[in-house]
């Protein structure tokens, strides 16, 4: 039976789950100068998460041995799944695992902007009572531009429905008649999402064509006053990938004012290194890349990543399959 490494963390069950099967479990860690010094040729699989980064380079050490590469998560950007591809190993994921995970704290970061919780909870510690400077605007009434409109997207989309935000998307991949059964507002062009919404949610990969998607030229489109005659302010929220926001010209619009907070759950460099301006500014608050940390989805990534890897294992090909069109 096969041996597989799982470098950074998995939930009990599937270990135990994979080892019922017959599998040799190796949990730990594995640095990257053992990565490139070819560990990986003691292996028939791995399972990372995002702290695991394996390029072409790493890959190329990897020996005949390893069969398939699992990612216990959606984004595979920390993976050559084309040099995978052209070694012959698959790469799979869990794409539906930590949805309503995301779904819920982006809500959360969305309803925390526009109340000022988080500026509220720091001003309490610190014994201040800043009832007056604390008001807020409301979700309901406000157009609300996702960028990207997948599965988690479409489920933020239905929330913010419910209170009462008009959607709007921009997603170049996707059929007009999806975005008309859910309801929204289909754009053509990025720019006119931006000129358009008072909110922005970001819900898509990254690569070369996102790379700092949201710049000082998109920010410098959004209304500040919505619909209802409210200047609300603008607000961002990124729970997907790192790097999508120029962080730089995110930090310059809180400083002038043009968006009125930012709420991040992914960074360009993470860490975060001590000192980060953005992360320090006060209408700024976010989290340590938590969007899948519930118990419940990673137990179901988990299951589903084990899943995966075994029907690879096994000869086939597994659903969730990120470079399967890439395989020869």
């Known amino acids: 039976m096969a041996r597989i490494a799982v470098t950074d963390g998995m939930a009990q069950d599937a270990v135990v789950l994979l080892e019922k099967a017959g599998h040799e479990v190796v949990l730990g860690f594995i640095e990257n100068d053992k990565l490139l010094a070819g560990a990986l040729s003691d292996f028939d699989a791995i399972i990372v998460r995002s702290a695991t980064k394996l390029p072409s380079d790493v890959l190329a050490k990897s020996g005949d041995r390893l069969k398939v590469i699992g990612r216990a998560g959606v984004g595979v950007d920390n993976i050559d799944i084309v040099a995978a591809a052209g070694a012959g190993i698959p790469v799979v994921n869990a794409p539906r695992a930590s949805t ?51 599965r988690i997207a479409q489920g933020v989309a239905s929330l913010a429905q419910l209170i009462g935000m008009e959607i709007h998307t921009y997603d170049p991949y996707l059929p007009a008649k999806v975005a008309k059964a859910q309801n929204t507002t289909l754009h053509k062009n990025v720019d006119t999402l931006f000129q358009t919404c008072t909110h922005i949610s970001i819900h898509c990969n990254y690569n070369d064509e996102t790379h700092h998607l949201v710049n000082a030229e998109r920010i410098a489109l959004m209304p500040g ?104």
């Open 100 to 150: 309503q995970s995301v779904i819920e704290l982006t809500m959360g970061h969305l309803l925390s902007s526009l109340r000022h919780i988080p500026r509220a909870d720091r001003g309490m510690r610190q014994e201040k009572w800043q009832k007056k400077s604390m008001a807020g605007t409301e979700l309901f009434g406000k157009n609300l531009g996702l960028i990207g409109f997948g």
């Open 225 to 328: 006053k919505s619909l209802d005659g409210i200047a609300c302010g603008n607000h961002i929220v990124n729970c997907a990938r790192g790097g999508i926001i120029d962080e730089e010209a995110l930090l310059d619009a809180l400083n002038s004012g043009k968006v009125a907070t930012a709420a991040l759950d992914v960074f360009e460099q993470e860490p975060v290194l001590p000192g980060n301006k953005l992360v320090q500014h006060p209408n700024f608050h976010g989290t340590p890349h938590i969007g899948a940390a519930t118990l419940e989805a990673q137990a179901r990534v988990g299951r589903d990543i084990a899943h995966a890897i075994m029907t690879v294992l096994d000869g086939k090909q597994a659903e969730t399959t990120v470079n399967s069109h890439l395989l020869k």
